[in-house]
């Protein structure tokens, strides 16, 4: 919690608490004077619209609450969005009224007490409340505001609540007159705050109104220092909460920002030096008759002082009792600190549901909805710091407990709740994958790889003495062999590292490209046979190619080859991903045009590791493999259809439909294969 997020509301409620406070001192003072020994007027009735214009504020602020929590995102930004432009209306017109009545104000209520007092109690009680309720309305908009706005409830309800007892101290104090206190200087000194304040709830409120889409602008970002500064450090914390300024934003907020206080700064000091002298108190004229709503409630003090208590109080009950109920589809917000995870979350319906997680830490991580069992309903695989990412899904009966899991940090979980009803269609949880259950698995790839390496180390071999016999033809068969060899190894995406690169690395990002003396291995080779190179000159790449590939079974069970087992089930899409991002694309090839057969290769190995994956597999989605199986079955076929005569042709001698035939299946293939990793995923150490 930061303190600085206290000071708006802090600020506001002393400010409206001492505006108040004189208004019932005020009142309370002119109804000492309006009584006489023969005619005495009670106080009760200001107290009791005291306490009416108090059940007014909290039904407003209770309507507030409820209403918007039962919208979606969108609309909860949409009415937060107009509340804050509007609370700003309102204080900004406060601060102006202050400046321009401050002078004449106790006359005025004087005037009014004197009149009600005529007219009976009841007409006393309405113009305390009358008073009174304006300023409880103001103050409870602009703290809803400043609480919406800082994304917290703590600190700012603090601020609230210390800025109202200061205001009943500092009042007390004053009409016991232990203090005094300038305050037309304190109003005025108060009120340039405020209007800084405001600023920075209109900007925060605009911003609202362009995320809902109601305002255009959302991505015209003025600055975005998040990159380079933390938004939850303490200075930026201190800054945000006091300006309701950010890091990060739009144009239309910074602008909407300086225009504000270029316009309601000079006009605020101006008020102050042209403000007109009060004018002399003119002769009583005769008081008008009463109308008719104050003869009926004048000598009913206790009918009005039960209309004006209850009637906000009912009229908020039945309000909230007829909105929808909150878990009929909006997102429930629960926040992630250092120390507590959605502590908010303490009740959930069956069916499907979302949770805006709120990301209060300066930390990444991974949130996850888990039953009892410990089985995956829904995550967030990655949410950055002050940041909020909405988590969907669907309960059935059971119990339940959200896990934030973030870096650096021990795992933190929710209270679990329980759940009771039917939620037909619901996908069944997923199981997590612990590294141990990739181990055996991972271990049966490895056997795999190291066969192939062992036929590929022999292939190199024969390439070499094909060159030595001058015999390119035959080098360049073995080529092919030797390039399929490595493709049944697996080692996508680079995922084999300065290793992998070695063996099969390409001369993008060299500095002499194809002539650059690191440009080394099959593809290395590849650009020999293909374009006229002499054995000579390619014997000592063969040569270096099996001293790499020597290495390579060296070190195929550590971490940075194969030996990490977390990797397996990403290997499983990540093969065939690589396949079309670097064979299918031409983007590898050197000369020998030999995309199709290679991916053919991708497609073995691919089904080599969905086999060793298959029983942790299919216990998480049994009909997933057979789905696979036929995606890997369409996608061999429209490879074999790219021969001509059983001789492979390159992607550029193939016809168009047998390319489009590739890539369709090959894209379908992939669509399914994405789904191994999400189901074998196994939690990040944080």
């Not at 109804?31 to 005495?40: D, H």
């Not at 070499?464 to 062999?481: C, E, F, H, K, S």
């Not at 500095?511 to 690191?518: I, L, Q, T």
């Amino acid at each position: 919690m930061s303190w600085a997020e206290a000071v708006p509301n802090l600020l506001i409620c002393l400010r409206e608490g001492l505006e108040a406070g004189l208004v019932v001192t005020i009142l309370l003072a002119a109804v000492r004077k309006t009584s006489t020994a023969e005619r005495p007027v009670s106080s009760s009735p200001v107290w009791l619209g005291l306490v009416a214009a108090l059940a007014l504020a909290g039904s407003f602020a209770a309507v507030l609450t409820y209403s918007t929590s039962v919208l979606s995102s969108s609309a909860q930004e949409a009415v937060g969005g107009v509340l804050s432009v509007l609370a700003v209306g309102l204080v900004t017109a406060m601060v102006f009224w202050m400046r321009r009545t401050a002078a004449s104000l106790s006359g005025q209520l004087r005037g009014e007490v004197a009149r009600a007092a005529t007219i009976g109690a009841g007409a006393l009680a309405i113009t305390a409340f009358l008073a009174v309720g304006r300023e409880g309305l103001e103050t409870t908009l602009f703290v809803w505001t400043a609480v919406k706005a800082s994304g917290t409830t703590v600190a700012p309800l603090i601020g609230a609540a210390l800025g109202a007892i200061a205001a009943v101290v500092l009042c007390w104090l004053l009409y016991r007159q232990a203090v005094r206190l300038n305050l037309g200087t304190f109003f005025n000194r108060t009120a340039l705050v405020l209007i800084v304040i405001a600023a920075g709830v209109l900007s925060y409120g605009l911003g609202d109104l362009q995320d809902a889409g109601i305002l255009p602008g959302r991505h015209w970002v003025a600055f975005d220092f998040t990159t380079h500064i933390d938004p939850n450090s303490w200075w930026v914390s201190i800054i945000t909460g006091i300006t309701e300024l950010t890091p990060k934003m739009t144009v239309l907020q910074v602008v909407a920002w300086l225009v504000y206080l270029a316009v309601v700064i000079p006009l605020f000091l101006r008020a102050g030096r042209t403000a007109p002298a009060p004018a002399p108190a003119a002769a009583e004229e005769t008081p008008r008759p009463p109308d008719w709503w104050e003869r009926v409630a004048g000598p009913r003090p206790v009918l009005v002082g039960a209309v004006l208590v209850l009637i906000p109080v009912l009229a908020a009950a039945t309000a909230i009792a007829l909105l929808p109920s909150s878990t009929a589809g909006a997102a429930q917000t629960v926040s992630v600190t250092a120390e507590k995870c959605a502590p908010e979350w303490d009740s959930a319906h069956a069916g499907t549901q979302t949770f805006a997680v709120h990301n209060k830490t300066e930390k990444a991580g991974e949130i996850n909805l888990v039953d009892a069992g410990g089985a995956v309903i829904g995550e967030i695989e990655t949410i950055g710091p002050a940041t909020t990412a909405d988590l969907t899904a669907t309960l059935a009966t059971g119990s339940y407990k959200i896990q934030c899991l973030m870096s650096g940090a021990p795992t933190t979980s929710s209270a679990t709740v329980r759940v009771t009803g039917d939620a037909p269609g619901a996908p069944p949880p997923v199981q997590r994958v612990t590294e141990d259950d990739l181990t055996g698995p991972n271990d049966a790839y490895q056997a795999y790889a190291a066969q192939a390496l062992t036929r590929l180390s022999d292939t190199v071999t024969a390439v070499g003495n094909d060159l030595r016999r001058g015999d390119i033809p035959a080098a360049q068969a073995d080529w092919l062999t030797a390039q399929l060899h490595w493709e049944h190894v697996g080692a996508s995406y680079n995922s084999f590292g300065a290793a992998g690169t070695a063996v099969a690395g390409l001369p993008d990002g060299l500095p002499g490209g194809v002539a650059d003396p690191d440009f080394t291995g099959l593809r290395r080779l590849e650009y020999g046979l293909w374009h006229g190179q002499r054995p000579e000159q390619l014997l000592p790449v063969t040569d270096r190619l099996a001293a790499d590939i020597g290495a390579v079974r060296k070190d195929l069970g550590t971490p940075d080859l194969a030996g990490d087992a977390v990797n397996l089930p990403l290997r499983a899409h990540e093969i065939l991903e690589d396949a079309l991002r670097d064979h299918v694309s031409g983007m590898d090839d050197q000369g020998a045009g030999s995309a199709y057969p290679v991916t053919l290769a991708d497609v073995e190995v691919t089904r080599a590791v969905l086999d060793t994956l298959g029983p942790l597999v299919d216990a998480r989605a049994p009909q997933l493999r057979a789905t696979l199986a036929q995606r890997l079955d369409t996608l061999q076929r429209a490879l074999l259809a790219t021969r001509d005569a059983g001789h492979w042709r390159s992607p550029q001698q193939t016809p168009q439909a047998a390319r489009q035939a590739v890539l369709a299946a090959l894209g379908a293939a992939l669509e399914n294969l994405a789904r191994v990793p999400r189901l074998l995923e196994v939690p990040v150490a944080h």
